[in-house]
């Protein structure tokens, strides 16, 4: 396959970026070639952009290709690819959403059919840019698929402004909140509304709970939940302190507390505020630090006097992901769901990387141009 494609290079810390070169890989047989049309800045890329915890470990001399929360079309098929993963027709041009990560499909984890613990899944990001085939990361013009990373063909009606986040944020959160067993009569919060407490806001109202009560402190991201479903808001600014924040989601409960809390704001600091806003019996779901290296203070006889549980889930199964796309088609035109990212082009990352840090848009979402 001839032909070039740009890839946006990670050297360190709050280093510029810098856009080179790379060959368009030729697919091997029962893989896929993508050409990404819009990629967007997770909150684990910002971590990493940031050096947080460990993270500063993934910087290195020659480069790294960031990116996984992204969408595409189809550019070349290996050989023995005629369908997705629901087994529909494939062509190249078909848009496309993917799975970024590659689960083995042999190991106990895979075999036991708990994929997303996967401790394999993330093999196909390692080696050099120069090395085959080039594109690990999706903030460039091209994405490489393996055999073991599921996709689906996309419907018309949903554009590419909503599935963008569905491969991460959105198919993370619908395995989380099916795995914490959200369901009706449960009073949620979610701490933290960026992408992924925004979908969690979604799912937790569509599978009928009784109230979902969302905790940020940016004025658009508050309102955005609300269209979003949040039946209450708490606005860190007008309760900074955290004691304060506990009592408010108390008296909004009936003084019993939650029976859910997300954390999705991806600092381990939250933590023990929303462990204290749990009621008896209650469910504590983590998904938004992912990295290792922040611990927190954990007082294990509060979890056992009040019979509650503690759930950590990172990645998502197959299934997650067309669970996502169900859910996007289902809500298309009821949901905000196209209000989630913030364009920027791939050129002016380093501006995305700084406007998504200082808390000025939602979601950097990089728009490539062919």
Request: net charge negative.
């Amino acid at each position: 396959m001839s032909g070039t494609g740009r890839a946006a290079l990670f050297f360190g810390p709050k280093q510029p970026f810098e856009l080179r070169e790379f060959p368009v890989p030729d697919p091997a047989p029962g893989c896929v070639t993508l050409r990404i049309t819009r990629a967007n800045i997770c909150g684990s890329e910002l971590h990493i952009w940031r050096g947080d915890g460990r993270l500063g470990a993934m910087a290195s001399p020659t480069g790294r290709i960031l990116g996984h929360e992204a969408t595409g079309v189809v550019h070349a098929l290996g050989d023995g690819v005629t369908t997705d993963w629901a087994g529909r027709p494939i062509s190249v041009g078909d848009r496309v959403a993917y799975q970024y990560f590659a689960p083995c499909g042999r190991c106990r984890m895979c075999r036991r059919g708990v994929s997303e613990a996967c401790p394999r899944s993330f093999d196909v990001q390692r080696g050099k840019p120069e090395q085959f085939p080039h594109f690990k990361g999706s903030f460039g013009d091209y994405f490489y698929l393996h055999p073991t990373m599921a996709f689906f063909r996309l419907p018309d009606t949903v554009t590419d402004t909503m599935v963008v986040s569905a491969n991460c944020a959105l198919a993370q959160v619908i395995m989380g909140i099916e795995r914490i067993g959200v369901g009706p009569g449960d009073h949620v919060v979610i701490q933290g509304a960026g992408g992924l407490g925004l979908y969690a806001t979604a799912i937790a109202k569509e599978r009928g709970v009784a109230q979902v009560i969302v905790i940020d402190g940016i004025d658009e991201r508050l309102e955005l939940a609300r269209r979003m479903g949040a039946d209450e808001i708490v606005d860190l600014k007008a309760l900074p302190d955290p004691s304060d924040r506990v009592k408010r989601v108390k008296a909004l409960t009936d003084d019993w507390g939650a029976d859910v809390v997300v954390e999705v704001v991806g600092s381990s600091a939250v933590i023990p505020e929303g462990l204290r806003m749990l009621g008896f019996g209650g469910r504590y779901l983590e998904m938004g630090t992912f990295f290792q290296g922040t611990p927190f203070e954990l007082d294990p006889g509060r979890l056992v006097a009040q019979n509650q549980r503690f759930e950590a889930v990172a990645s998502y199964d197959a299934e997650s992901l067309a669970v996502a796309i169900d859910f996007l088609e289902r809500n298309a035109g009821r949901l905000p769901l196209d209000d989630v990212v913030v364009d920027f082009a791939l050129e002016s990352i380093d501006e995305a990387f700084v406007a998504q840090d200082r808390g000025e848009v939602r979601r950097a979402s990089l728009v490539m141009t062919p």
